[in-house]
């Protein structure tokens, strides 16, 4: 089974307004990390913003924020107010295991956002 | 703001011809990675490296491949015998007390 799928192959968004880019996920580990990395056509992978398995509100960074639904394991990335610098591929990653920090990442397949002015 | 950086950004090699890719993770970390992504497809693990030794490998780190921290900065990864099928983007990460992992700009190695 795939530890991260990520069913949108590509979405558009108008500057300005919100998308949700979908993550969900697959372990039996209580213990685990999920993470969001943008990767610009630059080619670089950007970290965004993590949230920890028993962490128990959302995380927020700025614009993004995720929306970790344990029961359902998923976690969702929020950007709001797109602008025109947020088109790129989007990764959604987790490590699992007890030291997740220092585990290896799983990725999914990506999703790529176009912003559209 | 300190960063994982890569060198060449791009390289074009002879199959079965040897090549390393170079990185220099961030200072104080202590955990360092090797990832790929073949173009189009998702990133994949490839190995671990903490204390001097590989902490874990994928099936994909074979034989041809190595890795090594020749001195207290650098951290390189070396194809032995290139094939086609190595042609990706190579991406080092290092990580250290904190959950997310710092990827370098990656290196597109591309084997002709």
């Known amino acids: 089974a795939q530890k991260i799928t990520q069913t949108q192959p590509g979405m558009f968004v108008q500057e300005k307004e919100a998308v949700t880019l979908d993550c969900t996920y697959d372990?039996?580990?209580?213990?685990?990390?999920l993470f969001w990395y943008k990767q610009p056509s630059s080619g670089e992978m950007i970290f965004l913003i993590y949230?920890?398995?028993?962490?128990?509100q959302n995380a927020t960074e700025g614009r993004y924020s995720l929306n970790f639904q344990k029961a359902r394991k998923s976690a969702n990335l929020v950007i709001s107010a797109s602008q025109l610098g947020d088109s790129a591929m989007y990764f959604c990653?987790?490590?699992?295991?007890?030291?997740?920090?220092?585990?290896?990442?799983?990725f999914g397949s990506g999703t790529k956002l176009n912003v559209k002015p | 703001e300190p960063e994982v950086t890569q060198t060449p950004s791009h390289q074009v090699t002879q199959m079965g011809q040897e090549v390393i890719l170079r990185c220099v993770p961030i200072?104080?970390?202590?955990?360092f990675y090797w990832y790929r992504q073949i173009l189009g497809q998702k990133v994949e693990f490839l190995v671990s490296?903490?204390?001097?030794?590989?902490?874990?490998k994928s099936e994909i780190f074979d034989d041809q491949f190595s890795v090594e921290r020749p001195d207290g900065s650098n951290f390189t990864l070396k194809i032995r015998s290139t094939k086609l099928e190595d042609s990706a983007m190579y991406f080092c990460?290092?990580?250290?007390?904190?959950?997310?992992?710092?990827f370098g700009q990656g290196t597109r190695l591309t084997v002709v």
């Open positions: 990460a290092s990580s250290a007390s904190l959950p997310e992992a710092f």
């Open positions: 372990t039996s580990d209580p213990s685990y990390g």
């Open positions: 949230q920890g398995s028993y962490d128990q």
């Open positions: 990653a987790m490590r699992e295991g007890a030291r997740s920090n220092f585990n290896k990442f799983y």
């Open positions: 200072s104080n970390h202590l955990y």
């Open positions: 490296f903490y204390n001097n030794e590989i902490s874990e």
